[in-house]
């Protein structure tokens, strides 16, 4: 079974920072893609930042230059790193990971139980 486990939300002032963890279970960390997606109030989910199965990064560009995604293969965890938040950024954010990891969001196979970041002005 497919396990996606988050942990690194919070509340944080506007410029602030957050780093939330997503630890898989072996086998779908090995061979799929990873990403973060997030999800505000009354809008969409959306891709925030992930690795393609290939191995290729990719992210939004609203978040460019703030937010950063990383791995530790031998944690089988992915991290994002989110630098200079704005209350813009205040989203449940889910962990994600499949074959297919990209803007669309009915194409991903597993997901996570969320996390909630809250960014006050």
């Known amino acids: 079974q497919v396990q996606l486990v988050e942990s690194g939300g919070g509340s944080v002032q506007a410029g602030g920072s957050l780093r939330l963890s997503c630890t898989a279970s072996?086998?779908?960390?090995?061979?799929?893609?990873m990403g973060w997606y997030r999800q505000a109030p009354g809008k969409q989910r959306e891709l925030v930042a992930g690795?393609?199965?290939?191995?290729?990064?990719v992210s939004a560009d609203s978040v460019k230059g703030r937010f950063t995604i990383s791995r530790d293969n031998a944690k089988n965890t992915v991290y994002l790193q989110m630098n200079s938040l704005k209350p813009d950024d205040t989203a449940v954010y889910y962990c994600a990971a499949g074959p297919y990891i990209g803007t669309m969001t009915r194409r991903i196979d597993y997901w996570g139980r969320g996390t909630q970041v809250t960014v006050s002005s």
């Open positions: 072996g086998s779908i960390f090995r061979t799929n893609g």
């Open positions: 690795f393609s199965s290939g191995g290729v990064a």
